[in-house]
């Protein structure tokens, strides 16, 4: 079992900038791809951005829309993933899921991560 906190949300203008943070507890020596999910009502979850690392490297990967603006971290423990999110868009409005995959499968597709955590709300005003 894995275990995911996520942190960080609120309400920010237009422009603005939020620091998502997902602590990770539990057996993480299985998490090899952590990735941030969002769902704004009445839609669907969608992928925003996910890291994996294998062999002590790592690699980013992010949708189209948050290109240049969002940015996928972790710390060197990696029990702590990090999205920070620059020039924040109304767009952006939804709650923020961290969730957890093993290899294999595609980083991109929900269906393929196995854990979730309760997920933080990040409001932008316009």
């Known amino acids: 079992q894995v275990q995911l906190a996520e942190s960080g949300g609120g309400l920010v203008q237009a422009g603005g900038s939020l620091r998502l943070s997902c602590a990770a507890s539990g057996r993480t020596f299985s998490t090899y791809v952590m990735g941030w999910f969002r769902q704004a009502p009445g839609k669907e979850r969608d992928f925003v951005a996910a890291i994996s690392w294998i062999g002590g490297s790592s690699r980013t990967y992010y949708t189209d829309s948050v290109k240049g603006r969002f940015t996928i971290s972790r710390d060197d423990a990696m029990k702590t993933v990090y999205l920070q999110m620059d020039d924040l868009k109304p767009d952006d409005t939804a709650v923020y899921y961290c969730?957890?995959?093993?290899?294999?499968?595609?980083?991109?597709?929900?269906?393929?991560?196995?854990?979730w955590g309760r997920g933080t709300q990040v409001t932008v005003s316009s």
């Open positions: 969730s957890t995959k093993s290899l294999g499968g595609s980083v991109y597709n929900r269906q393929d991560y196995l854990y």
